[in-house]
């Protein structure tokens, strides 16, 4: 009892002590320690394994959230690391895994060196090479030994390249090759997103697309859209067709290409090229268009055709097939220029199936000291060299003689010209013809008077750019002595001499000049016969 009466006082003085504080926990930080999880058999020789612990038989390790496998291992823990030899396995959550023959994994850099058949995987992306160092502190493993990385349709090889897990960014130096199930990239440098399918160029590089070959050492192409945007003056070459500019936009699907800024599109297989500061070409239907600064050449013959209008639009027909041909139109201001032909018009097509161009809109044709005009000028063309010219509609032809206020004259309804190798050689001029003309003393070639004459049908024979001789069946005309000319009478109605117009060098057709008012051709209404109603 006594007994007990004691332990009862000892327990109540011991009540009455107040209790000590609790200290606060300490601030938990990283443990950048490696775990051995599990072993089949550990053992332990410091002089015969420099300070390693001998690890065999599904070895695990476990570090800052990775698991790391292997048949067998050299465990240094001192330094915090372990070689690792066969089936060696490392995971870091759900979609990151690294397989290779051999690892060596230093805990306090976080750093894993694979080597011998390197399998790197991240969610969609598959890594293979035979040396890969992944450094976990960055997200980034990276070869430089060769490897190549498999990103569901593309395949990415190179000699040197990393790969960032955070970002999903790759990038590759050294004989790059990038292939897909439509093209193939070749560079030295490139930068690809895996993220949005995206390729950075930032080098010498070739893109080959089916039947295009696309040059560019800047820009960037989408492996899932096959669109791309390329820079510095990058080239698109399709079958002989080439499109380069300051910048370019590229649809592989749809085959639609556009150039912006001093853009050039030559056609190297017909000789011909349009130039701008703004191209566009569709690859599937054969269609291109140029403006702002726009020009066309052509560079078939041996002296080039220079054009230049607001608009140029060319379409191809027959794509397809053999009777492939295209029709080019020009749009406002038309200015052409060659050394043996110039002209200017509102507007002109040129079709390549009958090698006509046709002039539209108060439309001139120069050939050496020869005017042309009217108010439809069809031009024709033989082995890419003028043949002949048809004037549809108050044709005008004009020869300046080269002396003060004379010039060889004749206007018709319509009127023909024939040239032998870039020269006129024959003209002739059907309905409500008016002449006016030189005649040449071939004794001295020097002028005998002026004829004045209307006719039906009028034919002209040139030689050496010079008036030889005139053919009409029926007319009606008048020889005037040089001295005793009318003044009247030395110049058709509607005469002018446009030489004021007249492109004279291929960088003149950016030059517009108008012809003065009032001269402007008009256009003449002609009535149509109207139909007779059957009971009449």
């Known amino acids: ?72 291992a050299n465990f240094f823990e001192t330094s915090n690391s372990f070689e690792a030899f066969g089936h060696v396995r490392m995971y870091q959550g759900d979609t990151l895994s690294l397989t290779s023959d051999y690892g060596y994994y230093d805990g306090n850099d976080q750093l894993m060196q694979a080597l011998q058949n390197v399998v790197l995987k991240h969610r969609g992306t598959t890594l293979y090479t035979d040396s890969l160092y992944y450094d976990r502190l960055w997200n980034m493993g990276y070869y430089q030994e060769g490897g190549k990385m498999v990103d569901k349709t593309t395949t990415l090889v190179s000699d040197w390249g990393e790969y960032h897990t955070d970002t999903k960014m790759a990038i590759f130096y050294y004989d790059v090759t990038m292939r897909d199930k439509n093209f193939t990239l ?37 492996t899932q859209t096959e669109q791309g945007i390329l820079l510095n003056r990058s080239v698109l070459d ?15 699907r749809s085959g639609v ?35 702002d600064s726009a020009m066309a050449v052509d560079f078939s013959q041996r ?38 032909l110039q002209a200017v ?29 009217g108010e439809e000028i069809r031009v024709y063309m033989k082995d890419s060299v003028l043949d002949h010219a048809h004037v549809i509609n108050q044709a005008f032809s004009i020869e300046d003689l080269h002396e003060p206020d004379l010039y060889n004259q004749v206007s018709s309804k319509e009127m023909f010209a024939f040239f032998d190798q870039g020269e006129i050689h024959e003209a002739q001029a059907k309905d409500n013809v008016l002449v006016v003309y030189y005649p040449v003393d ?35 005309g008048t020889m005037y002595p040089m001295t005793q000319i009318p003044p009247a009478k030395r110049y058709l109605e509607g005469f002018a ?33 109207q139909k007779k109603e059957a009971n009449e």
């Open 257 to 291: 290409s556009e150039a912006f800024r001093n853009m050039v599109y030559t056609d190297t297989i017909n000789k011909n090229m349009l130039t701008g500061n703004y191209g566009y070409y569709n690859d599937s239907t054969g269609y291109a268009m140029s403006t």
């Open 345 to 373: 018009c509102d507007s002109l097509v040129y079709n390549q199936q009958d090698s006509c161009m046709t002039l539209y809109k108060d439309p001139i044709v120069w050939n050496q000291n020869q005017q042309l005009l």
């Open 186 to 222: 070749t560079t030295d440098s490139l930068y690809y997103d895996t993220n949005l399918k995206q390729a950075h160029i930032i080098g010498p590089s070739n893109i080959n697309s089916g039947k295009s070959h696309i040059y560019s050492e800047l820009g960037y192409y989408n």
């Open 442 to 476: 071939e004794s001295d070639s020097s002028y005998v008077g002026m004829v004045s004459m209307e006719t039906q049908l009028l034919r002209m024979f040139m030689e050496k750019r010079k008036l030889q001789r005139i053919w009409a069946p029926k007319s009606d």
């Open 238 to 252: 399709n079958e002989g067709r080439l499109l380069t500019g300051d910048s370019l936009w590229y649809d592989g």
């Open 1 to 72: 009892m006594m007994m007990l009466l004691c332990a009862l006082c000892a327990a109540v003085a011991l009540a009455a002590i107040p209790s000590r504080p609790k200290r606060p926990a300490k601030k938990k930080t990283d443990d950048k320690r490696v775990y051995l999880v599990h072993a089949d058999e550990l053992f332990y020789e410091k002089w015969r394994n420099n300070d390693a612990q001998v690890l065999r038989g599904k070895v695990e390790f476990q570090h800052a959230g990775a698991r790391l496998l292997c048949d067998s």
């Open 497 to 529: 001499w446009f030489d004021y117009v007249r492109p004279r060098s291929k960088d003149d057709i950016f030059n517009w000049r108008g012809k003065k008012a009032g001269t402007e051709l008009k256009v003449q209404r002609r009535r149509t016969p």
């Open 303 to 340: 002296d080039s055709l220079f054009m230049h209008a607001d608009t140029f639009k060319v379409f191809t027909f027959n794509k397809e097939t053999d009777s492939v041909y295209r029709v080019v139109h020009a749009y406002n201001k038309v200015r052409a220029y060659r050394i043996d």
